[in-house]
């Protein structure tokens, strides 16, 4: 087996900067990362080459202007699947069969992860919020969770059930009740008979077997059986990104999430064939993204041998040789600070820190999706049961975001109350203001009611003429 080649960045080199922004940088769903045999089949359905954001922007306006025939058309191209009418939306009977035939193991984990999440997520829950001042205003923040949500599971190279865990779980939590299902009409998504267990014990009833870009916008746009909803969750490769990006403002979004990707911080007290296992789980996503910093200089050839050993035992050593070269990095600080400052400016989707005091450590980062603390808590435990979903910013953009809870599906709403003393209180503060911004209607609607006594009362009707009036209605 030939010698793994995994690129190194020295942080004290003078081009140190721009090589971590482009290793950055290729993870971003502007990044591209697409398969040949991805560019060469979306060349042949649309008979040109197209990038994948042109590609996903004619899927979803033709899914939009044409609905079902456009998503079974592309189901058809993309998937190489042909659906029956009675095919694309999965039967109660077939949901209530893939259970019944379940593992009874497979299902007490599922209950068991359901109850992880559940228990976590519901004690995030916002609470409604008042504020109150006795005789002049009272302010209301009111929360309402999303009337009905769609969640994507992708189903590539593996059936996933915790993703349907992960994004299915937290909107429940939430008080969610209408959830719809898409996954890709194959044997790990689809028609999966483990996926279709699981959408059965978690109580959905709206599945269907669309995948891709195609899925997204049938959810987004509503299609002949299907709905639209109010918002879109959950993984998927890069054409579903991009289709989320295309659709947002008709629905909301989690994130535009890339390839999965891990930074592991490690000093001399590092494990490495910890640190090599932690980085092969993140690369057998295929693509994904394997990052160690260290300033202990030893580590990285300890762990580029713990890493050729383990690829000889692994079943996806292929899939995860390839995006450890391609995309993963082995990355030299200086020195402690410079790993903090190198984390900072990456600001990974995940973060397993295994140093001696990672408490301390993880005080200074001030950017990360989740972060794994010591030698015990490998991504995988939030992968898959701890209780946080799994659903994360990638690329840098937990710069500015954050990963899916339950609060992500509820609407906060603003109530207010004035009596008219609490508004003369306030009056002459809104007039000025609105006069400064030439918005004249917007004073003289305060004005008015501030600096006279307001239009009389009217009288109450009697109840014999309430009774007329409703009779005349009908």
């Known amino acids: 087996m030939p010698t793994l080649k995994?690129?190194?960045?020295?942080?004290?080199?003078?081009?140190?900067?721009?090589q971590l922004t482009k290793l950055r940088d290729q993870f971003r769903t502007e990044g591209e990362i697409v398969t040949p045999a991805s560019k060469k089949l979306t060349q042949a359905v649309f008979g040109e080459p197209l990038s994948p954001a042109q590609a996903v922007s004619r899927i979803c306006n033709d899914v939009r202007d044409r609905g079902l025939p456009a998503v079974l058309q592309y189901t058809e191209s993309f998937d190489k699947v042909k659906l029956?009418?009675?095919?694309?939306?999965?039967?109660?009977?077939?949901?209530?069969?893939?259970?019944?035939?379940?593992?009874?193991?497979?299902?007490?984990?599922?209950?068991?992860?359901?109850?992880?999440?559940?228990?976590?997520?519901?004690?995030?829950?916002?609470?409604?919020?008042?504020?109150?001042?006795?005789?002049?205003?009272?302010?209301?923040?009111?929360?309402?969770?999303?009337?009905r949500i769609g969640v994507y599971c992708p189903g590539g190279a593996a059936a996933y059930p915790s993703t349907l865990l992960m994004t299915i779980c937290?909107?429940?939590?939430?008080?969610?009740?209408?959830?719809?299902?898409?996954?890709?009409?194959?044997?790990?998504?689809?028609?999966?008979?483990?996926?279709?267990?699981?959408c059965h014990e978690l109580k959905i009833t709206e599945v269907f077997r669309f995948g891709g870009a195609q899925a997204i916008a049938a959810m987004a746009y509503g299609v002949d059986g299907l709905k639209p909803v109010d918002m879109i969750v959950g993984p998927g490769n890069q054409f579903v990104a991009l289709a989320k990006k295309h659709v947002f403002g008709q629905?909301?979004?989690?994130?535009?999430?890339?390839?999965?990707?891990?930074?592991?911080?490690?000093?001399?007290?590092?494990?490495?064939?910890y640190v090599a296992l932690d980085l092969i789980a993140q690369a057998e996503h295929s693509p994904g993204v394997p990052v160690l910093v260290t300033w202990y200089e030893p580590l990285l050839n300890e762990v580029q041998v713990a890493l050729e050993k383990r690829l000889a035992k692994l079943s996806r050593a292929d899939l995860a040789r390839d995006s450890l070269e391609r995309?993963?990095?082995?990355?030299?600080?200086?020195?402690?600070?410079?790993?903090?400052?190198?984390?900072?400016?990456?600001?990974?989707?995940?973060?397993?820190?295994?140093?001696?005091?990672?408490?301390?450590?993880?005080?200074?980062?001030?950017s990360a999706g989740a972060v794994f603390l010591g030698p015990f808590t490998p991504v995988a435990l939030g992968d898959y049961a701890a209780g946080p979903s799994h659903v994360l910013p990638t690329g840098g953009t937990a710069r500015f975001s954050s990963g899916l809870t339950a609060n992500d599906f509820r609407k906060r709403t603003s109530i207010l109350r004035f009596t008219r003393n609490g508004l003369k209180e306030i009056a002459d503060d809104v007039i000025f203001l609105a006069n400064k911004e030439g918005l004249t209607g917007h004073a003289a609607s305060v004005e008015q009611r501030a600096h006279d006594n307001g239009p009389a009362a009217r009288p109450k009707p009697k109840p014999d003429k309430v009774l007329a009036a409703a009779g005349a209605k009908k």
């Open 6 to 18: 995994l690129r190194r960045i020295d942080l004290t080199a003078p081009n140190a900067n721009a």
């Open 251 to 273: 629905v909301a979004i989690d994130c535009i999430a890339g390839p999965s990707e891990v930074v592991v911080v490690a000093d001399d007290s590092a494990h490495p064939d």
């Open 170 to 198: 937290p909107a429940q939590a939430a008080g969610v009740e209408n959830i719809v299902v898409c996954m890709p009409p194959k044997d790990t998504g689809g028609f999966s008979q483990d996926m279709l267990a699981v």
């Open 84 to 147: 029956k009418p009675d095919q694309y939306r999965v039967k109660p009977a077939e949901l209530a069969a893939a259970h019944a035939a379940a593992d009874p193991a497979f299902l007490e984990v599922l209950r068991q992860i359901q109850y992880n999440v559940l228990q976590f997520q519901s004690g995030l829950l916002h609470r409604d919020a008042e504020m109150r001042v006795s005789g002049k205003h009272e302010l209301h923040l009111r929360y309402r969770p999303l009337k």
């Open 327 to 366: 995309y993963g990095a082995f990355v030299l600080a200086p020195d402690k600070q410079g790993a903090i400052d190198c984390v900072n400016a990456l600001a990974p989707e995940h973060l397993h820190i295994q140093t001696r005091d990672p408490d301390a450590f993880v005080e200074e980062v001030e």
